[in-house]
């Protein structure tokens, strides 16, 4: 069982590294890539980062080829945006769960007869795309309201700072003019 400390530290790398291959990564192999989960280890010395690649293998491997490349520049990113003691070191893993799905739904179809209704579960290259794509834009989707959540805080911490800055000035003025406080 994972820690919540854990499963935190993992959202977030999730974001980080999501964000950093999507806008800041110019590595030519490394496109149509969605980072599906994070798994992080107790230590937080290590994180294994699993990707999922739209397109045949060849581009598979040169994507986490690049990822692999570009792990060093990640991780910087991660150290920037998450203060741990320890900034855990990138392993980039495919992850085959929609491949797996696909050849299950490929071996349903071989076995049950051909009259019998498709299963539910079922999935086309079609619907593995779509797949896909609907993570990809979840990520931005994501990434965009984290980014508006942190604006939004800054601009509550610097209204909160105003306001105990104009109650400190208020409280030097009363106290130089020499006015006392009324009794509570």
């Known amino acids: 069982m994972t820690s919540r400390r854990l499963q935190k530290a993992a959202q977030a790398i999730r974001q980080v590294v999501s964000m950093a291959i999507l806008t ?12 599906t989960q994070v798994e992080v280890s107790p230590d937080m010395r290590q994180a294994k980062v699993f990707v999922s690649v739209m397109g045949d293998e060849t581009q598979q491997r040169l994507s986490l080829h690049g990822l692999r490349s570009s792990a060093g520049y990640l ?3 991660i ?3 998450i203060d741990t003691r320890y900034t855990p070191r990138l392993e980039f893993v495919l992850d085959e769960g929609v491949k797996k799905s696909i050849a ?3 071996i ?8 019998a209704p498709p299963a539910a579960d079922e999935a086309t290259a079609d619907e593995e795309a779509e797949y896909e794509e609907a993570e990809y834009e979840e990520a931005e989707y994501e990434e965009a309201e984290y980014e508006e959540a942190e604006y939004e805080e800054t601009e509550q911490e610097e209204a909160t700072d105003e306001l105990s800055t104009d109650a400190e000035e208020s409280a030097r003025g009363h106290a130089a003019d020499g006015a006392e406080r009324p009794p509570d």
Do not use: N
Not at 24 to 35: A, C, L, N, Q, W
């Open 79 to 81: 150290s920037e945006r």
């Open 75 to 77: 991780q910087s990113k």
């Open 104 to 106: 299950v739904a490929e």
């Open 108 to 115: 349903l179809r071989r076995v049950l007869p051909p009259d």
């Open 24 to 35: 800041e990564i110019k590595d030519p192999r490394v496109r149509h890539v969605t980072v």
